[in-house]
Structures are given as C-alpha cells and as structure tokens.
C-alpha cells in the first residue's frame, strides 16, 4: 500500500482507512471474513489484464475435451491451466466423486452464479420454488425486486411458526404447482438444513434441487453441515464469505447438467472471466482442503452456539431459539431485559458507533425492510482472526452493553475502546496492507 499511496495518494489513503476499521472493529456480518494474503496477492496480479472469454476446454457429444480450448482469444496457455486447477480443487472440495460433477468457477459473484443456474434450466414464466426473503431466503431465489422473481414464476416458501424449515408444506408446494426447479439455501437461517429431505421432495415432484450454500459452504466440506451432494443436483456458492476467497461464484452440478450451466454463464449472462479471482478463488480452495480449516470451521460453529446461549441467557430473542450453524438472528424489537430496541436499523447504528459491526435484518412479519426488526451476527471473520471459546463471553459483553446503553455515547464509546485494545492482541496477518 505503500507504493500504491505514492502513486496514487487518494486511492492509497482509501485502502489504508479501510484495513484500519476492519482491524479496529469487530466484524461480525455473517457474509464477511478476512482473506489470506495469498488470495489477496492473487487478486493482484498480471491475470487481472487477461481476456479469456470461452472455457479451457470444448464439449463435444455431452464430455468436456481438454485437449481442446474453448477461448476466443489467443495467448491461454496460463489461463488455461490455472481454470482447469481451480475447477480440480472445487471439485475435489467440493464433490464425493469429482469425476463425475462438473464446476463452473467463472460466475463473477452469488447472485450471477443463481441467475446462471436459473436461465440454464427455466424460460421466462416457467415455476421454480425458493425461501422467502423475509423468512431468511436470498433476494435471487424468487424475491419479486430480483430479476428472478419477475422473469420467473416464483412461489415462495416460509418457515413454520418456530422458524424452522417445514418440509411438509415444501413438498405440499410442490406437488400444488409442480416447479421445474426447487431451490433452497438461505442468507439468514441459523439452523440445519435437510438436504435429504429436500431431494426426496425434489425427486417426488420430479424438480431439480439446487442448493445455494453461500453461507455455509465451508460447514458443509468439513463435516459441521449435512453436505448438499448427492441430495441437490446442483449446488451454488460464493466464495468471499465463510470459504475466505475473493468475491466470486461458483458452481458446482452433476455432470449432466455441465454443459447447460457452462452455456449459462458464458456467453448467456458474462463476458470475460475474471482470472485473477480465479488465481485466488484457487488458492482458497486450497486452503479449505487443510486441516486447519477444517479446525477453522468447527471454531466458527462453537463460537456462533456460545455467543447464541449467552446473548439468550441475558434476554435476546433467537430466531430458531438457538444457532447450528454460523450465524444468529436476533429478534431486537422483540427481546427482552433491557435488550429491546425501536428496530435492527437503528440498534445496527448504535453498535456501529461502539466498534460492532452487523446488519439488519428482516424477520418474518417486518413490513418496512428498511426498519426490520432484527439484526445479524456470525462468527467467520471473529474466528478467522483467532477468537476462540473464551473470547465469546467479550463479544457478548460488548453486544448486551451497547444494546442496554445504546443511547449513552460515553459507554458506546468505551465499549469502541474496548474493542480496539482486544483487537489489537491479535495477529495483523488479514490486515497486511
Ligand atoms: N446466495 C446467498 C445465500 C447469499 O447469502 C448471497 C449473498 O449474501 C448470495 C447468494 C449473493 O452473493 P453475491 O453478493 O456475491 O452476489
């Protein structure tokens, strides 16, 4: 950053302030981490000059031909070979038996990746069914803001009563308007996810099941999350959130659905691909294979169950009542002890100012999404930076004190004193620049 400040001062002093907040605050947006500095110094690089519109290699009679590329321009040799090792590593991650899945890793971020797997296999007002944004869905799984909620037929689903997945009224959904395709994933679900359960419906209703698991993906390759394959026929991610890669997509399907879903992405919605993300979504992928992550992941899960049962105990409402996974869903408006706030929105900026950083959320009965009534945390980034079982009664301090005392400037502020001093016991390894 150094160079980069000389060269450019504005643009330098931008990246520098920004490194200092991520190293000051406590992040805890569930979609967050810190990349490596391998994947950092991969985004970086001369890859980023490289047009390489096509695939390494060509179908032909439904196989893919390596011996083949499948570029339009020139000059691929390198490119090449490092799409085809990216493809390898997700497939090996990714797959209980890479020979016979297929990876894309072009889609540009999430929601491109899910347009993707939609335009492959639904025209215009053709039925699909997903989780409703506002009982903890994605805005691309049929929202009606999203192209994919006004190009598509989308029926949504919700959760029951206890904020759980009901697979009985799925598969009532189902059989009701019999889509081609079924989604499910979610953006704010701090529970299990029956992927068996939702193949079963799948393969009854005759849909394809696509499983976005941008959130949980890394649970799901190191054991802490039932893994979606071989229930789904399609998995989605992205790769910048628990995985610690650069921002980006992938996907992830059974072979036969390869060559749809490559069509899809390429030339059917993007251009060129971004090989420098490709250079570093490669080398996170490596690192999702160590032990470490895997040491990582079952952290990341401890750390999110403690945080729930402490924040519990004192009085917040858990949407699910408890976390199986990495993230918590708070109920503000609705709990109790002191702990209830006028709204997520308004509770999300008061933390802000004590070194806390969240989002709010919808939950479901919230009707204006600007003021929902919840707010959501997770334990990625924490855990990345070391945080372990001890810390999480620190973390729930600060959360209770600056939810109590949310009006009191002086106590957010040395709660944000607080913050800064235990961050800085830290390793600065994310915050290199
Ligand atoms: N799918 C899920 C479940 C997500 O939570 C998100 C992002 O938060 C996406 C897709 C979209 O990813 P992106 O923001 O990279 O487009």
């Known amino acids: 950053v150094r160079y980069l400040t000389k060269y450019d001062q504005e643009v330098g002093a931008l990246v520098s302030a920004e490194t ?13 981490n810190y990349s490596s500095k391998a994947v950092q110094l991969a985004l970086a690089t001369s890859y980023t000059n490289k047009y390489a519109e096509g695939y390494p290699y060509l179908w032909s009679n439904g196989s893919r031909e390596e011996q083949q590329s499948g570029r339009y321009y020139r000059g691929q ?3 090449n070979e490092l799409e085809l090792l990216a493809i390898r590593r997700a497939l090996q991650l990714f797959t209980p038996n890479p020979g016979d899945y297929h990876a894309n890793v072009q889609p540009l971020s999430g929601a491109p990746a899910n347009l993707a797997v939609l335009s492959a296999f639904l025209k215009p007002g053709d039925t699909f069914l997903g989780l409703a944004l506002d009982y903890g869905g994605h805005l691309t799984h049929g929202h009606n803001v999203n192209i994919t909620g006004h190009y598509y037929n989308a029926v949504q689903y919700r959760l029951n009563e206890s904020y759980e997945l009901d697979y009985e009224e799925i598969r009532r ?5 019999s889509p081609k395709l079924i989604i499910c994933g979610a953006t704010a679900y701090p529970l299990q996810i029956s992927f068996r359960q939702l193949g079963a419906i799948a393969r009854e209703t005759g849909a394809l099941l696509v499983a976005d698991i941008a959130h949980i993906c890394g649970l799901c390759v190191t054991g802490y999350h039932e893994h979606p394959f071989p229930h789904a026929d399609i998995v989605t991610t992205t790769t910048h959130k628990i995985l610690r890669g650069p921002r980006a997509g992938l996907i992830v399907c059974k ?33 999702a294979m160590s032990p470490d992550y895997k040491l990582y992941a079952g952290q990341v899960v401890r750390n999110a169950k403690l945080l ?7 009085g917040f409402k858990l949407m699910g009542g408890r976390t199986d996974n990495h993230l918590l869903l708070l109920d503000v408006v609705g709990s109790a002890n002191g702990l209830s706030a006028k709204n997520g929105n308004w509770l999300a900026k008061r933390w802000e100012t004590a070194g806390i950083v969240a989002n709010k959320n919808a939950i479901p009965g919230d009707t204006k999404p600007w003021y929902p009534s ?5 334990t990625p980034a924490i855990t990345t930076i070391g945080m372990k079982d001890q810390d999480m009664a620190n973390v729930a301090e600060w959360i209770i004190r600056a939810t109590r005392h949310a009006e009191n400037e002086a106590e957010l502020q ?7 001093q235990f961050m800085g016991r830290f390793p600065s390894e994310p915050f290199y620049v």
Not at 20 to 32: A, D, F, K, N, V
Not at 374 to 378: A, H, K, T
Request: hydrophobic share 40%; proline share 5%; aromatic share 2%.
């Open 77 to 79: 040799e390198h490119t």
């Open 173 to 177: 959904l189902a059989k009701q308007h």
């Open 20 to 32: 200092q907040r991520q190293r000051r605050t406590l992040s805890l947006i569930p979609s967050e």
């Open 374 to 378: 919840g707010v959501r945390l997770g």
């Open 308 to 314: 729930s049962e402490m924040l519990k105990a004192e």
């Open 255 to 287: 072979k036969p659905y390869g060559a749809a879903i490559d069509r899809a992405v390429f030339p059917g919605l993007q251009g060129g691909p971004h090989m420098n993300t490709i250079a570093a979504m490669a080398v996170a992928l490596k690192e």
């Open 414 to 420: 040395r709660v944000r004193d607080e913050i800064e």
